[in-house]
Nanobody, 130 residues
Framework: QLQLVESGGDLVQPGGSLRLSCAAS????????IAWFRQAPGKEREGVSC????????DYADSVKGRFTISRDNAKNTVYLEMSSLKPEDTAVYYC???????????????????????WGQGTQVTVSS
């Protein structure tokens, strides 16, 4: 059973940077497309970015394009989210999730649709404030 654990969340000033990590256990991460979602207080969870199982395809929400970079190191069973030029509106709990296509050898780039992801981490808090 794949298990995911996020880390790296912190309090950062506007304009600052953070790197989030999503570490996998229980299964090899190289089989799984992974996405980052976030949920701000009082708002619905939204997709931020996703990466294919071998890392050759990525996608981003319009709100983070040019500021966030998703990457993965399958040898370390870890996916990263590099965040720069952070804004107060980036404040949220950030979750990583594995797409169900990983059970079936899917190598494409999944959509950022929450219901298509069936393994979730517990989340890490990112707060952008001066």
């Amino acid at each position: 059973q794949l298990q995911l654990v996020e880390s790296g969340g912190d309090l950062v000033q506007p304009g600052g940077s953070l790197r989030l990590s999503c570490a996998a256990s229980g299964d090899t991460m190289k089989n799984w497309p992974i996405a980052w979602f976030r949920q701000a207080p009082g708002k619905e969870r939204e997709g931020v970015s996703c990466i294919s199982s071998n890392g050759d395809k990525t996608d981003y929400a319009d709100s983070v394009k040019g500021r966030f970079t998703i990457s993965r190191d399958n040898a370390k069973n870890t996916v990263y989210l590099e965040m720069s030029s952070l804004k107060p509106e980036d404040t949220a709990v950030y979750y990583c999730a594995a797409h169900y296509g990983g059970k079936h050898g899917y190598t494409g780039l999944p959509l950022l649709l929450e219901y298509e992801y069936d393994h979730w981490g517990q989340g890490t808090q990112v707060t952008v404030s001066s």
